[in-house]
């Protein structure tokens, strides 16, 4: 029988950041491959980020709309651990990158049971689903305490009018979300439990890779049942699969801690479904 307990806690005391986490919070959010920080130094986080990435200048013509773009989005707002950053309902003022700290979407029903839609990470935007309405159909909320630059929308329209490129580079942060959501979707609609939580991990996993942060040492902030709200799958059952794969060697989960031993391994369970 296999025992989570028995299993060493953490690979290293260096690899996982061992904060608090609230009751039954496995936690695991992937840190940087050499120094334990928050966010993933600029260089590499600017690959992954709207405000930050860098244009393509064979296309683009006329003036550099860069420094507009930083001086427009130069404020920052702090978000406490579990603080909303947009309600559900609200009215679409700004769009949001964020510079540290993980968050995750959620939807609440008429009946007031709450659908977790997605985690959303550093360079990524929150708010794009304000935008058709004009009002925000699901809440963001900090999964730890997390930092954010403010994008005021009106103005950031402004600048598509005067920049065309700035436009373009847009719609494709846009479009390699809804790319990346909609596989995502496709296979959990033909997976098992196991395969379900598979897939949730190869996505984080070439999410954090993008961003320059370590791929098999991972300290999750979402809890277990966080996660299984994402994934369709009740509590129970997003553990049970966790202490399988890691009884079989693929993982190692202790609490908090995720060390990814086999990623090969995960890709083959996931392809053995699809």
């Not at 420094?67 to 603080?83: E, S, T, Y």
């Not at 994008?151 to 847009?170: R, S």
């Not at 794969?245 to 053995?272: N, Y």
Request: glycine content about 8%; some cysteine; aromatic content about 4%.
């Amino acid at each position: 029988m296999c025992s989570l307990e028995h299993r060493p806690r953490c690979l290293a005391d260096s690899s996982c950041a061992l904060q608090s986490a609230g009751p039954g919070a496995l936690t695991l959010s992937a840190l940087p491959a050499t120094v334990a920080e928050n966010h993933a130094p600029a260089s590499i986080a600017a690959r992954s980020s709207f405000i930050r990435h860098e244009p393509d200048m064979a296309r683009s013509a006329g003036a550099d709309y860069r420094p507009r773009l930083h001086a427009l989005a130069a404020r920052q707002r702090r978000v406490a651990r579990g603080a909303e950053l947009i309600s559900q309902g609200d009215k679409l003022s700004s769009l949001y990158e964020v510079h540290a700290g993980q968050f995750k979407t959620c939807m609440t029903d008429a009946s007031g049971r709450c659908q977790i839609t997605g985690f959303h990470m550093t360079g990524e935007l929150l708010g794009l689903d304000g935008i058709a309405a004009r009002r925000h159909g699901v809440a963001a909320v900090a999964l730890e305490d997390a930092l954010v630059f403010v994008i005021p929308y009106d103005d950031l329209n402004g600048l598509f009018k005067e920049f065309a490129t700035l436009q373009h580079e847009f719609h494709l942060v846009m479009g390699r979300e809804i790319v990346r959501a909609q596989a995502l979707m496709l296979l959990l609609g033909s997976l098992d439990a196991e395969g379900r939580i598979v897939a949730f991990l190869l996505d984080l996993i070439g999410r954090l890779q993008a961003r320059g942060f370590s791929s098999s040492e991972l300290v999750l902030r979402m809890s277990r049942e966080e996660i299984g709200s994402s994934l369709g799958l009740q509590l129970e059952t997003v553990s049970r699969s966790l202490s399988r794969l890691h009884c079989v060697g693929v993982l190692e989960v202790s609490k908090r801690c995720i060390h990814v031993r086999d990623e090969a391994a995960l890709r083959r369970i996931l392809h053995g479904q699809a």
